[in-house]
Nanobody, 122 residues
Framework: QVQLVESGGGLVQAGGSLRLSCAAS????????MGWFRQGPGKEREFVAA???????TYDDSVKARFTISRNNAKNSVYLQMNSLKPEDTAVYYC????????????????WGQGTQVTVSS
């Protein structure tokens, strides 16, 4: 069992930045890949970015060049630096973990955090 706890959400104006953090604890060998998903109002939960144990990463096209995912294996943590935020980035952001290579589908991740709200005002 892995526990994932997100932090760092909040309210920011368009064009601003936020940094999300996700701390993992528990059976750490099952978090080879850590990812971020988001769910906006009335929308399905969608893939944002993911990073594997070696540091290889994948991004959704909608956030590429604006968001950066990173991880600190010694601290069992993953981060999402979000720059040039847009109102359409408003969503609850979820941290997720899986025991093998990066996938971009929600169903590929068995472990989830509770989410942190990000609101971008225009």
């Amino acid at each position: 069992q892995v526990q994932l706890v997100e932090s760092g959400g909040g309210l920011v104006q368009a064009g601003g930045s936020l940094r999300l953090s996700c701390a993992a604890s528990g059976y750490m060998s099952s978090v080879y890949t850590m990812g971020w998903f988001r769910q906006g109002p009335g929308k399905e939960r969608e893939f944002v970015a993911a990073i594997d144990w070696r540091g290889a990463s994948t991004y959704d096209d909608s956030v590429k060049a604006r968001f950066t995912i990173s991880r600190n294996n010694a601290k069992n943590s993953v981060y999402l630096q979000m720059n040039s935020l847009k109102p359409e980035d408003t969503a609850v952001y979820y941290c997720a973990g899986r025991s093998s290579a990066i996938v971009t589908t929600r169903l590929g991740y068995p472990d989830w955090g509770q989410g942190t709200q990000v609101t971008v005002s225009s």
